[in-house]
């Protein structure tokens, strides 16, 4: 409880004062339009899942030159399965430096960019079997790229498509037995919406389902499988460009990586976001 206490505070305090328009992405997608050449963007982002499983990251986006942008963040994800896979308890450990780069390459509607980045894996990221303690390991980063379209006036309703490709392992190595399949490289089509309907108040959702690989934890098998990742809820806008949304998720995360990963079963959790542009 109290890392996202943290998170939370940590956005309170270090992010001043400014002027600068809001995020137009959605929970899970980016938007194709990048920020102007010298602002900057910071939010945290905090998903609770059932059983005290949570997710959580620090995040800040900055514009350069004319339609360049660039992100860098701090991501940890730490879950215990509020129901046994395949008659055990599955508990998996994440931390990832965040970083990525978009560029524009039409800033007219429909404005489109091009995505690429990674989640770098900090220190050892294990899913384990909790009955029997054995683990396995993601190897190393996990990249990934997209396309996003924005479509409409970004000051009004936005709809948001985002073809994808993420790099995860395809064979994940175990201290206790052979390799096992992992999610393999993942072809994701996403599509979101943002929809002002009162005041400062805008309603965001999207979906991302995979087209090719999988990306997500069958809860009677233990094998890999494909869920769709969604997310819906309200975003509200508040002086001094202060952005802060409640919204339900069954992503686990707002990196490229993680929006990709669905979770089993469809579970879903509380997501609550806090921003600041300047």
Same mark, same amino acid.
């Given at each position: 409880?109290?890392?996202?206490?943290?998170?939370?505070?940590?956005?309170?305090?270090?992010?001043?004062?400014?002027?600068?328009?809001?995020?137009?992405?959605?929970?899970?997608?980016?938007?194709?339009?990048?920020?102007?050449?010298?602002?900057?963007?910071?939010?945290?982002?905090?998903?609770?899942?059932?059983?005290?499983?949570?997710?959580?990251?620090?995040?800040?986006?900055?514009?350069?030159?004319?339609?360049?942008?660039?992100?860098?963040?701090?991501?940890?994800?730490?879950?215990?399965?509020?129901?046994?896979?395949?008659?055990?308890?599955?508990?998996?450990?994440?931390?990832?430096?965040?970083?990525?780069?978009?560029?524009?390459?039409?800033?007219?509607?429909?404005?489109?960019?091009?995505?690429?980045? @990674?989640?770098?894996?900090?220190?050892? +990221?294990? /899913?384990?079997?909790? &009955? *029997?303690? #054995?683990? $396995?390991?993601?190897?190393? !980063?996990?990249?990934?790229?997209?396309?996003?379209?924005?479509?409409?006036?970004?000051?009004?309703?936005?709809?948001?498509?985002?073809?994808?490709?993420?790099?995860?392992?395809?064979?994940?190595?175990?201290?206790?037995?052979?390799?096992?399949?992992?999610?393999?490289?993942?072809?994701?089509?996403?599509?979101?919406?943002?929809?002002?309907?009162?005041?400062?108040?805008?309603?965001?959702?999207?979906?991302?389902?995979?087209?090719?690989?999988?990306?997500?934890?069958?809860?009677?098998?233990?094998?890999?499988?494909?869920?769709?990742?969604?997310?819906?809820?309200?975003?509200?806008?508040?002086?001094?460009?202060?952005? @802060?949304?409640?919204?339900?998720?069954? +992503?686990? /995360?707002?990196?490229? &990586? *993680?929006? #990709?990963? $669905?979770?089993?079963?469809? !579970?879903?959790?509380?997501?609550?976001?806090?921003?600041?542009?300047?």
């Amino acid at each position: 409880m109290w890392r996202k206490t943290v998170v939370l505070a940590v956005s309170a305090t270090v992010l001043v004062a400014g002027a600068v328009s809001a995020q137009t992405g959605t929970w899970n997608l980016p938007s194709a339009t990048t920020l102007e050449d010298g602002s900057t963007e910071g939010y945290s982002d905090v998903r609770f899942f059932e059983d005290d499983n949570e997710t959580w990251g620090v995040f800040l986006r900055g514009g350069f030159d004319d339609n360049g942008e660039a992100s860098f963040g701090y991501f940890d994800w730490e879950t215990t399965g509020e129901d046994p896979i395949n008659g055990a308890v599955r508990q998996s450990n994440f931390d990832a430096v965040v970083a990525d780069v978009k560029w524009q390459l039409k800033e007219t509607s429909p404005r489109v960019a091009v995505r690429a980045g @990674a989640d770098l894996k900090v220190g050892s +990221a294990r /899913g384990t079997n909790t &009955a *029997t303690g #054995a683990s $396995a390991y993601l190897n190393g !980063a996990i990249p990934s790229a997209s396309l996003p379209v924005e479509f409409g006036n970004p000051d009004g309703t936005l709809l948001i498509l985002e073809p994808k490709i993420v790099w995860f392992d395809t064979q994940m190595v175990t201290d206790a037995g052979p390799p096992i399949e992992g999610f393999g490289t993942v072809v994701m089509i996403g599509g979101g919406v943002r929809y002002p309907f009162s005041g400062n108040l805008t309603f965001v959702a999207d979906a991302a389902y995979p087209v090719d690989g999988s990306n997500s934890i069958d809860d009677a098998t233990n094998a890999v499988t494909e869920e769709l990742a969604w997310s819906a809820g309200v975003d509200a806008e508040f002086g001094r460009d202060w952005t @802060a949304g409640v919204f339900a998720s069954t +992503a686990a /995360g707002p990196t490229p &990586a *993680t929006s #990709a990963i $669905a979770t089993p079963d469809q !579970a879903i959790g509380l997501g609550v976001r806090v921003g600041k542009a300047w």
